[in-house]
């Protein structure tokens, strides 16, 4: 069965310090995945998806199926970052999502 | 569009009470998803549904909880009876239904268990 591991609970960093959240996931197959982020007082909502390579807020993922690893980085951390993160993982072209158990991210000024 | 609208936003029952949590989806989408939010477990998906139909249900942790899809624009959680450890708070998502697209979520249930 497909598993996404988030190892972090809370990931506390300065503002302009570089940000990294973990996601590590568990799928024999060609996975898709997803970042998702929650901001204080907001729905739940779509970050940015491993199939677009793309840039989003300055952050960027990159899946590396060597390692499993689906990585949310940005080099320099603003206040307006600060949000709950969570990893989710696709499988077999399905509409199904497994996620993460989330990363509560606080920038501190 | 209003987006994913759910009802009530807050709940506070006592336990052995039934409850009933509903969603109106995103007009058009013609994919629905229960999921249950917690500090310890995270985001877990209940249940999702395909054009009305229940497609994947093995989230659901128990006969105490059922789901339904009477139509495109409507469904309902039901978990009954409710206990203490259901305090959770419970998004309804909708999607477009095709291959890896984007989930929109409702604002969230907060529902207590007292």
């Known amino acids: 069965a497909q598993r996404v591991t988030q190892p972090e609970k809370l990931l506390s960093v300065f503002k302009g310090a570089p940000v990294e959240l973990k996601c590590n996931y568990s799928?024999?197959?060609?996975?898709?995945l997803f970042w998702y982020v929650q901001y204080s007082r907001q729905r739940l909502q779509l970050l940015l998806r491993?199939?677009s390579r793309e840039s989003i807020k300055g952050f960027t993922a990159d899946l590396n199926k060597g390692e499993t690893s689906f990585h949310l980085k940005k080099p320099f951390a603003q206040e307006e970052d600060s949000a709950m993160y969570y990893c989710?993982?696709?499988?077999?072209?399905?509409?199904?999502?497994?996620f993460g158990t989330g990363t509560q991210l606080k920038v501190e000024l | 569009d209003a987006g994913v609208i759910q009802s009530p936003r807050h709940e506070v029952t006592e336990m052995g009470q039934e409850v009933t949590l509903r969603c109106k989806p995103i007009s058009g989408h013609n994919s629905l998803f229960w999921y249950r939010q917690t500090m310890m477990r995270g985001l877990e998906l209940l249940i999702y549904f395909n054009n009305n139909v229940p497609i994947d249900d093995s989230g659901m942790p128990e006969d105490r909880f059922s789901a339904k899809m009477p139509n495109a624009s409507f469904s309902t959680l039901k978990i009954q009876p409710s206990e203490p450890r259901d305090s959770a708070v419970y998004f309804c998502a909708s999607n477009a239904g095709t291959t890896y697209n984007e989930q929109f979520f409702g604002p969230g249930t907060r529902l207590t268990v007292l």
């Open positions: 989710a993982l696709s499988t077999g072209g399905g509409n199904k999502l497994t």
């Open positions: 491993h199939i």
């Open positions: 799928y024999s197959g060609s996975p898709e």
